[in-house]
RNA sequence: GGAGGGGUCGCUUAGUGGCCUAGAGCGGAAGUCUUGAAAACUUCUGUAGCGCAAGUUACCGUGAGUUCGAAUCUCACCCCCUCCGCCA
């Protein structure tokens, strides 16, 4: 959400960012419902000091008569006010000018790139075909249980994956994150909040109540499984004014991500590449509206992931996003992808995000500012920290030997206990 | 799941149709006094919308309703507390 003020006064710039993102918006609209609801909040507000001096006069004929008036003005102006709050969720953030404009990912740019690409003196095997040899990945039982998309990891692959988990979230905690165990089933408040309503409403699982009024009615609102921890990590100051010296907030999570992922039927369809449910260790921060500053905190929780990649040794690159793939709500994105060995090729693993103060405006989450006193909406940030299974990619087939066997970076000894994964 | 109690301006609370444009205390800020501090006293102290401003409107858990007029009455829902039942 932006300010309804800033896009009275800049109306070309809010249409230029609704253009390069490629959303479906028309501002002249809004800015003529914006118009209507004026007038019309002016007509009532106006209608309501009559009211209130009739009543205190106890003038119950003139009481009446604004009464009446009252009622068919009210019924506009909530119209409106419906209308414009509506189109209000769809207007997007305005990137920054250096993101690079396009229409998708293929306008993405790499900014760096780091480690070395891993070459084989032998025919090499896909993580599918490496788990199943391995007895670590189990699709077919996964798809048997959960349908398509569904696996199962088993014996090394099962420790693996929480090894990694682990491993990620002590090093995100060690960087001062305060560890949060958050609720993976929302309401949609917290995901319109977070900018996940209305856009990418339909790769959301919606849990279904079966509780029903005797008229049929639905007793329970709809709640929905979160597809990463940043709604709720969000949400938990949803609504609050944060004393200045409290910030920045860092927080990190580990939880199971749920997507339905219905826009990619039949994209990556094999192996772990593409799932309905995953986990994921996520850090979110919540800062001053100062862009310095937010910028400076981007890059710190970027510089985070990069080194958990460079200690699990695999080679990644930096991508900054286009305006067409970054997502409404977004000033600026960075992916990181990493290389896949038997894809022959980078694969996303984490999207590090700027939203300055878009989503803390649809949480109306704020900040007392310590010297004016005034209340400002805060900015907010999130970076993924570790996605499992799909870091298992890379893993098995970057690190696959000739024996079959599967080496292990150094960094998760501790969490493995085991230094190599061998056939059976 | 059953029974009962409750949700008021940061906190504690007063408030059963017009005197509530919500009172008091605490907390916070400024001032007077003081070498300084404390105490005392005085004043100020919520959020949001519209407006250049004066001002005005809304908000007493949420939504709807009754009324000339609702914190107060009615209905639905949400949340919290206590007890009982069931249960990881």
């Given at each position: 959400m932006l300010d309804i003020d800033f896009i009275r006064k800049n109306s070309g710039i809010v249409k230029k960012a609704i253009e390069d993102k490629g959303i479906d918006l028309d501002i002249d609209e809004l800015l003529r419902v914006d118009q209507k609801r004026r007038q019309m909040l002016a007509k009532v507000e106006e209608l309501r000091q009559q009211r209130n001096e009739a009543a205190g006069r106890r003038d119950v004929e003139k009481g009446r008569e604004v009464k009446r008036e009252l009622e068919t003005w009210s019924i506009d102006l909530q119209e409106s006010e419906e209308r414009l709050t509506h189109l209000m969720l769809y207007v997007p953030n305005i990137p920054s000018v250096d993101s690079p404009v396009g229409k998708d990912a293929a306008a993405n740019q790499v900014v760096s790139k780091w480690g070395h690409i891993p070459e084989f003196d032998f025919e090499i095997k896909d993580h599918v075909?490496?788990?199943?040899?391995?007895?670590?990945?189990?699709?077919?039982?996964?798809?048997?249980?959960?349908?398509?998309?569904?696996?199962?990891l088993k014996n090394e692959g099962a420790?693996?994956?929480?090894?990694l988990l682990n491993y990620a979230f002590d090093k995100i905690v060690s960087k001062g994150f305060s560890p949060v165990i958050p609720p993976t089933l929302v309401n949609s408040r917290v995901l319109v909040g977070s900018g996940h309503f209305p856009f990418g409403k339909e790769n959301v699982y919606q849990i279904a109540n079966p509780g029903k009024l005797a008229t049929g009615e639905d007793i329970k609102n709809p709640l929905y499984l979160t597809g990463t921890s940043e709604p709720a990590l969000l949400a938990y100051y949803m609504d609050e004014v944060i004393e200045e010296t409290k910030l920045p907030i860092k927080v990190c999570a580990m939880t199971k991500c749920y997507r339905s992922e219905v826009g990619d039927y039949g994209k990556d369809t094999r192996g772990l590449y593409r799932v309905h449910e995953f986990d994921k260790v996520e850090q979110v921060v919540i800062c001053r509206d100062d862009l310095d500053e937010s910028e400076r905190i981007f890059q710190e929780m970027q510089s985070t992931t990069e080194e958990i990649l460079r200690e699990l040794e695999i080679a990644y690159q930096v991508v900054k996003t286009s305006t067409g793939d970054m997502g409404a709500g977004k000033y600026r994105m960075n992916d990181i992808e990493i290389w896949m060995a038997a894809r022959g090729k980078y694969g996303e693993i984490c999207s590090n995000s700027n939203l300055t103060d878009w989503q803390s405006r649809r949480l109306n989450l704020k900040y007392k500012s310590?010297?004016?006193?005034?209340?400002?909406?805060?900015?907010?940030?999130?970076?993924?920290?570790?996605?499992?299974?799909?870091?298992?990619?890379?893993?098995?087939?970057?690190?696959?030997?000739?024996?079959?066997?599967?080496?292990?970076?150094?960094?998760?000894?501790?969490?493995?206990?085991?230094?190599?994964?061998?056939?059976k």
């Open positions: 075909e490496i788990g199943r040899e391995l007895d670590i990945i189990d699709l077919e039982a996964g798809t048997k249980t959960s349908g398509f998309r569904g696996y199962y420790t693996l994956h929480l090894a310590k010297s004016e006193g005034k209340n400002y909406y805060c900015y907010t940030l999130n970076t993924t920290v570790m996605p499992s299974p799909r870091i298992l990619i890379a893993l098995l087939e970057n690190n696959q030997q000739k024996d079959g066997s599967i080496r292990i970076p150094e960094a998760l000894y501790p969490y493995t206990n085991f230094s190599e994964i061998k056939p």
